[in-house]
């Protein structure tokens, strides 16, 4: 079915507006995240001094924002219609300028995202450092993960970005609407994002398993070992979608879930790291009190403000022990 002017089946608004709605309900969802956590953002980061974690979680807290605000904006700016649908004024000169416009509005979108991903990958893996007490072979693991990661998603933005062209649809429905070529390509941002991902959750179940089972698993690192367990399967399943969602999906529904991708990452990351600040504080004001802890605090910041450490057995035959008698500890410098 088509409309009255031969423009785009009626099917393919129905995506659009669905494809609006689902976005503005993420939207609603990210900032309702912001509100209820701004209390705690405010006593756990802004009352700390400036480091390289407070900027990485500020931009990881505010990017996708500014991102989504990109996005809606194209959704509703209203001198983004093209030239040739029924009932617009404009001349061939100002639709082109406008067509332009509309498609760079939606690459700045593109580039912000991929930025997004860039800040809590890099927060991901200062969180697995942490965890393996800055070991220099898993930072070799880190480094060419992180190099291929952004190599993908990057193909993918600029296959985007190469082939974006804004598509005929009535201001009504939306006045910005742009597709690109070449989603197999597309796919690779979220191949990417699995294959980053899994890579976490393996290093951080290698670490943490073995702790586990010989019950020298402290209170902060089930924490992170909760949470990382949780952001694993939300994003990946989420990964999944969008890749099924490219590869079967027709028309403005290929799209449908990309914002949601971008969402559950911002609050993911931004509620680790808060979840773990959190606990920090409690337990630094603990042994404070008492004197006794899990943990030795170095640096009051988001990046590298503790060390974290682990009970370990203690064995009689072991030399080298405490003259105090407390069992010996292992740390773990945590820098997320």
């Known amino acids: 079915m088509s409309d009255s002017e031969g423009g785009p089946p009626i099917k393919v608004f129905q995506q659009i507006l669905a494809q609006n709605y689902t976005n503005v309900a993420l939207v609603a969802l990210l900032f309702w995240d912001h509100i209820t956590t701004l209390d705690r953002e405010v006593e756990l980061v802004w009352s700390t001094r400036w480091s390289l974690g407070k900027i990485l979680f500020i931009l990881n807290r505010y990017i996708p924002a500014a991102n989504l605000f990109v996005l809606l904006f194209s959704y509703t700016y209203p001198s983004f219609p093209i030239n040739g649908y029924a009932g617009s004024s404009l001349s061939s000169y100002q639709a082109v300028t406008k067509s332009r416009s509309c498609v760079a509005w939606s690459i700045i979108d593109d580039w912000l995202s991929l930025l997004s991903?860039?800040?809590?990958?890099?927060?991901?893996?200062?969180?697995?450092?942490?965890?393996?007490?800055?070991?220099?072979?898993?930072r070799w693991i880190l480094l060419p993960l992180f190099i291929i990661t952004m190599g993908g998603m990057t193909a993918a933005i600029v296959n985007i970005t190469v082939t974006a062209k804004q598509d005929?649809?009535?201001?009504?429905?939306?006045?910005?609407?742009?597709?690109?070529?070449?989603?197999?390509?597309?796919?690779?941002?979220?191949?990417?994002?699995?294959?980053?991902?899994?890579?976490?959750?393996?290093?951080t179940v290698a670490r943490l398993v073995p702790m586990l089972r010989a019950g020298t698993l402290g209170p902060l690192l089930k924490v992170l070992q909760t949470d990382g367990y949780i952001y694993f399967a939300v994003l990946f399943m989420t990964a999944t979608a969008n890749i099924i969602v490219l590869q079967l999906a027709s028309g403005p529904a290929k799209a449908m879930l990309i914002t949601l991708h971008r969402v559950s990452s911002a609050m993911m990351c931004s509620r680790m790291v808060l979840n773990m600040r959190s606990h920090l504080l409690v337990q630094t004001q603990e042994s404070t009190h008492t004197g006794q802890g899990e943990i030795e605090l170095t640096k009051i910041s988001i990046i590298d403000f503790a060390r974290v450490t682990t009970r370990t057995e203690k064995s009689s035959t072991t030399q080298g022990t405490s003259t105090d008698g407390r069992t010996g500890q292992s740390g773990a410098s945590s820098s997320v």
């Not at 809590?120 to 072979?137: C, F, G």
């Not at 649809?169 to 796919?187: D, G, K, Q, Y």
């Open 117 to 138: 991903m860039a800040v809590v990958d890099v927060l991901l893996m200062l969180r697995i450092t942490a965890m393996w007490d800055r070991n220099k072979i898993v």
């Open 168 to 203: 005929e649809f009535p201001p009504s429905i939306r006045p910005c609407v742009v597709s690109f070529e070449n989603t197999h390509l597309a796919s690779t941002f979220f191949y990417s994002s699995m294959f980053f991902d899994t890579t976490i959750m393996l290093l």
